[in-house]
C-alpha cells in the first residue's frame, strides 16, 4: 500500500482569541498570532483519529494585529476528577487577572494528514489494519465533515471562551490579495508540546518571521525547533 499525506487549508475567524504565552505565569498574555499547537487543536477539533496526526505547514495572517486588555475572573485551583475529593467552590477561589487578548482575527491554517500505520500507533502496537483502512478513507472524512462545517468538538481559539468558524480551502488555495501586507518577527514562539516522553512533557519552540502575512512552520524534526 503507497502511503502519502494530503495537506489541507481551512479558513477561521473569531471576534475573540488568546494564544497564551507559556513563559508569562501570572497574567495571560496572548502571542500576536496563531500558534502552531492552537492552529493543530483547530484541526483535530474537525477530525481526529488514532490512525492519523496533524502537520501544521503554514499560517497566512488575513486581518491586522488588534490586542486588547479585559480583566478576567478565573478559579484558581484545578479538580482532581476524584468522586471523594473535596468540591471547588468557585467564590473561593476566584482570582481577577488582566489578560492581553487579540480581537478579531482572521487567518488561513495550512495542515498535512499524517498517516500513522497501525503498527506506529501508540497503545496500538499489536492491532492489525481492516481491509478498508488507508489514508484516502481518512482524508474522505475529513474532507466531508469539513466542507459541511461539522466538528467533533467546538474549535476555539486558544481558550475555550473564544469560539472559532471555519470553512473548508479549494485545494492549492494559498495566498491573495486579502493577505496582510506587514512583516514582523516575532522572536521565539511556541510549536507544540513533545509528548514521546510521557513522563517529562517538554515545549517545542520556533522562530516565528511574518514575510507579508505569510508564517512558513518548519517540520517537527527541523533543525530550526529548539526545545
Do not use: H
Amino acid at each position: 500500500m503507497d502511503f502519502f499525506d494530503k495537506e489541507y487549508g481551512i479558513e477561521i475567524s473569531g471576534d475573540y482569541a488568546c494564544f497564551t504565552r507559556p513563559e508569562l505565569k501570572v497574567e495571560r498574555v496572548s502571542y500576536e498570532v496563531i500558534t502552531p499547537s492552537a492552529a493543530r487543536n483547530i484541526f483535530q477539533a474537525i477530525f481526529w483519529k488514532p490512525a492519523i496526526s496533524w502537520e501544521i505547514t503554514r499560517i497566512e495572517v488575513l486581518s491586522p494585529i488588534k490586542m486588547f486588555s479585559i480583566k478576567r475572573n478565573e478559579v484558581g485551583a484545578i479538580g482532581s476528577g476524584k468522586a471523594t475529593a473535596m468540591p471547588i467552590i468557585a467564590t473561593e477561589k476566584r482570582q481577577q487577572k488582566n489578560t492581553l487578548m487579540l480581537r478579531d482575527v482572521r487567518y488561513r491554517i495550512y495542515a498535512k494528514m499524517r498517516y500513522i500505520p497501525p503498527k506506529q500507533r501508540v497503545g496500538e502496537t499489536m492491532r492489525k489494519a481492516g481491509d478498508d483502512e488507508n489514508p484516502g478513507k481518512y482524508q474522505a472524512m475529513f474532507e466531508r465533515r469539513a466542507s459541511k462545517g461539522q466538528a467533533f468538538t467546538m474549535p476555539y481559539l486558544g481558550t475555550r471562551e473564544c469560539g472559532a468558524s471555519f470553512k473548508l480551502l479549494p485545494d492549492g488555495a494559498k495566498g491573495g490579495e486579502d493577505l496582510l501586507k506587514e512583516s514582523r518577527d516575532f522572536g521565539l514562539m511556541l510549536y507544540d508540546i513533545d509528548y514521546s516522553d510521557k513522563t517529562n512533557l517538554s515545549p517545542m519552540f520556533f522562530r516565528a518571521k511574518m514575510i507579508e502575512g505569510v508564517i512558513e512552520v518548519p517540520e517537527p524534526n527541523s533543525k530550526d525547533i529548539f526545545k
